[in-house]
């Protein structure tokens, strides 16, 4: 069974920036996609960012130009690189792989940006 983990959370100030990373454990040698989203008490789950197999990329308008994704293969790991915070972000960030017959999802980790 696949499993995530998040790390890389934390609180910092308007302008700074945070690294997650997510390892995935289990059988994930195969996958169509995996990405970051986000949720805030009170709203609904939302894309951040997305990387499929190949290395194609897909942001949210409202990271773009802020936050990069990545993947490095051999290592199982996704990561976020997120500049630029605003407190519009704070958020738990979920990591989510899509493999060909299963969705999987982390625990989460929170991010908080003051103003």
């Known amino acids: 069974q696949v499993q995530l983990v998040e790390s890389g959370g934390g609180l910092v100030q308007a302008g700074g920036s945070l690294r997650l990373s997510c390892a995935a454990s289990?059988?994930?040698?195969?996958?169509?996609?995996m990405g970051w989203y986000r949720q805030a008490p009170g709203k609904q789950r939302e894309l951040v960012a997305t990387?499929?197999?190949?290395?194609?990329?897909n942001y949210a308008d409202s990271v773009k130009g802020r936050f990069t994704i990545s993947r490095v293969n051999a290592k199982n790991m996704v990561y976020l690189q997120m500049n630029s915070l605003k407190p519009e972000d704070t958020d738990v960030y979920y990591c989510n792989a899509v493999l060909s017959t299963s969705i999987h999802w982390g625990q989460g980790t929170q991010v908080t940006v003051s103003s």
């Open positions: 990387i499929t197999s190949g290395g194609r990329t």
């Open positions: 289990g059988s994930i040698f195969s996958f169509n996609a």
